[in-house]
């Protein structure tokens, strides 16, 4: 089911406290209050929903797929990291930076059925980057809930060559209440993520950056009980003016669960470059090696300065089995004080 025929719609408010204490000894407190309220509405077509009629009886869950609903997700949080600071004769200094987090909050409100049109967080790419976020779902169709910890160390370095390293290591636990990452939804988001146990994979990266604007990282995740290498990403990347480019190979094991019944080898190639001040276009490309296929492509060009971006965007991607090219047409506008709003279509055809 990738997505719904017909037309869906959602209003997100959130709202989100939070303040450091650092003690005598250096470790630092933060306390976070968080509060997101949604208000949705779905006009399906018939098609769908007696396609979702049919994939809930398969799945034996419940078909509650509603024109309109309203939602909230409250959490109560508390980060703690100790920041231990270290210099070496050679003129290098290092910070190594124990962190734990807990949040406290209630179950994911409609999950466990099939009642929330997931449109916008049907990516789920479990990492080192999103050890640490109050939500690791990409989008706000999908809130994250129930008690969750996540532990783990950060380390960066910096050289008087100009030179500096990052690394990041850790886990994450589900404590209390139900895990929305082993809860179905309408793509399965969660399933083989890495998150939908009690006990998370492990996730780690390492990174380098140089003055002259290259910058390099291997990261992964790995099986919490064998290590086994679930997920490998290598990067590298150049910023510099008039254009920037990056690269990355992507291994991706079988999540047959989110519908990707083999492993994945992916290359990605993107470039970006200004055309004027605050003007600029850019352009990406992923093939799968595995499969001999340009799975995703897009360009779009933005405008930023002080007040606001401007993005606007027109990407392609290709079903592994199907070969059905789905298009996407969006635009996003975010100003600085205020907040985000944007938009996008999508349609899909098939390759001849």
């Known amino acids: 089911m990738p997505g719904i025929e017909g037309e869906s719609g959602r209003l997100t408010a959130e709202a989100e406290w939070k303040r ?34 049919n994939m809930a009886t398969n799945l034996g869950q419940q078909d509650d797929m509603r024109s309109s609903f309203a939602r909230f997700m409250a959490t109560a949080g508390l980060e703690m990291r100790w920041p231990v600071l270290f210099s070496m004769a050679s003129g290098s200094s290092h910070v190594i930076e124990p962190m734990a987090q807990v949040f406290v909050r209630p179950n994911e409100q409609y999950v466990g059925g099939l009642a929330v049109p997931n449109e916008d967080a049907q990516s789920m790419v479990f990492d080192a980057t999103t050890l640490f976020e109050r ?3 990409s989008g706000y169709d999908r809130v994250e809930g129930g008690s969750r910890a996540n532990v783990g160390f950060r380390y960066s370095g910096s050289y008087n060559n100009g030179w500096g390293t990052n690394a990041i290591f850790g886990q994450s636990y589900q404590i209390g209440g139900e895990n929305s990452f082993a809860a179905p939804d309408l793509v399965n988001v969660g399933a083989n993520s890495g998150l939908d146990t009690t006990k998370s994979d492990y996730v780690g990266l390492f990174g380098i950056s140089s003055p002259n604007g290259f910058a390099a990282s291997i990261s992964g995740r790995f099986d919490e009980q064998t290590f086994e290498n679930r ?13 920037s480019l990056s690269a990355k190979y992507a291994f991706i094991q079988a999540q047959p669960l989110y519908g990707f019944t083999t492993d994945r080898h992916e290359v990605t190639l993107g470039a970006s470059t200004h055309l004027a001040e605050n003007w600029r276009v850019f352009g990406t490309g992923t093939y799968d090696l595995q499969e001999n296929l340009l799975v995703r492509d897009g360009v779009g060009f933005a405008y930023n300065d002080s ?16 070969r059905e090219v789905s298009q996407s047409i969006g635009f996003n506008l975010s100003f600085r004080t205020l907040g985000d709003f944007g938009s996008s279509t999508n349609g899909v055809d098939t390759i001849q």
Not at 22 to 49: E, F
Not at 310 to 320: G, I, N
């Open 231 to 243: 997920r490998t990403e290598v990067k590298a990347a150049y910023s510099g003016l008039p254009v």
């Open 307 to 322: 007040c606001f971006t401007y993005l606007m965007t027109y990407s392609q991607s290709r079903d592994l089995n199907t």
């Open 20 to 53: 450091s204490f650092v003690t005598d000894d250096g470790l630092v407190l933060t306390p976070l209050l968080a509060l997101q309220g949604d208000v949705d509405y779905l006009k399906a077509s018939s098609a769908s929903l007696d396609a979702i009629n």
């Open 135 to 137: 939500d690791k779902f």
